[in-house]
């Protein structure tokens, strides 16, 4: 959600940076609707100042002996005119609140305009491989080696599924399980949440009501905000866990993630970039959020991404970090890295970390906020992101990347204490 006071008080500004998204902004019936608001909200204070200063002379009066019927009668219809202003106030709250919530985030100053061409690699790190033998995609190496079904995934979802076996389903394991001692390690609390979410969860995090038709919706009332659905992301629900709370300052930053199968309507399409796991309905993913405050976000937004690249450096894989252009980032997030994994059979990197700042936009949303220690006011908080890491793409990468002559593959070191000490996938 916007911040209504900085349009207030810089409209040009706001509307600059959300055409960098691609967004056109007009703010004119939202300011229109709030001036209203303000002014209603005006006339009931100065009604109710009236109402209190003579309720307060009614005593007097009565004592005095002086008739005070005209005076209840007067207030009467004074207490109409102030419900009748509230009502209004209402109307127009819900309106610019509306309207406010079907506009994306403000990207931050320092992001260019524009889509994918304009995005910025800011470090690369490894050399692509070279193999001294014909190299195989993942889809066929996957398949000889029996460790993915694609066809039997079919045969049980339809396209967009497949199902793990054997020493694949031990490598998925290892992988979510190096990704979650890993975090276990750097202090950030597990959660296992719900993988039904309600409507609210996905209006907090920013995805509704816009991306509503892109989730599984489990229920049928023609009213979504009384159904529930699957959660496409898992930072769905951690950004939602203290909604309507007020967080104390010294437990800043909160530090979580969570191990879920994410559930996304988009598919995989025929396009041979996007065949095997590259895109499908179903994958497993473990996420990290981080509510900051906001004079530390962006130090919190480093450690994210470090965080995410170091978990690939660490599997000894080629991949690089992109700074996406401000028409790149996803509508509620105002900057967004990608750790881009190198797929060698595709000749291009896949992203496998969308590492992102909120600043308060979700917080809004959800009103989730923190107390100021030394002034006792409340703020809202900032909320952040990471993929670490999404597996559909990192395990076709270990599968290229240390592919060997006989069609066996190399199991990375760090995932051999994971896989029970097996060294090979043959």
Known sequence: MLDLKKIRDNKEKMTELLARKGFKADFDEILSLDEKRRSAISEVE????????????????????KPVDNIFAEMRALGEKIAELDRTTNELDEKVFDLLSRMPNVPDEDLVGGEKENNQVIKVVGSKPE???????????????????????????????W????????????????FISEHLKDGYEFILPPHQLGYNCGFGAGQFPKFSDEVYWLDCDEDR??????????ETALVNMYSGEIIDESKLPMKFFAYTPCYRKEAGSYRAEERGMIRGHQFNKVEMV????????????????NKAASLIEKLGLHFRISKLAAGDCSASMARTYDIEVWIPSMGIYKEVSSVSNANDYQARRNNTRYRDSKTGKTAYVHTLNGSGLATSRVFPAI???????????????VLVPFMGGQTVIK
């Open 399 to 413: 599968i290229e990347q240390y592919q060997n002559a006989d069609g066996s593959i190399t199991v990375p070191e």
């Open 163 to 178: 199902l793990y076996r054997g020493d694949g389903a031990k490598l998925e394991w290892a992988l979510l399980n190096f």
């Open 225 to 234: 905000k009384r159904n529930r659905f699957m959660l496409p992301t898992a």
């Open 290 to 305: 981080q509510y900051a405050h906001p004079d530390h976000s962006k130090e919190s937004f480093e450690e994210l991404v």
């Open 46 to 65: 100065k009604l109710k100042a009236e109402r209190n200063k003579v309720s307060a002379e009614i005593p007097a009066l009565k004592k005095q002996g």
């Open 131 to 161: 193999f001294s033998f014909p190299m195989q995609n993942h889809v066929d190496l996957c398949t000889k080696l029996g460790i993915i079904d694609y066809n039997r995934g079919t045969k049980l979802s339809g396209g967009g599924f």
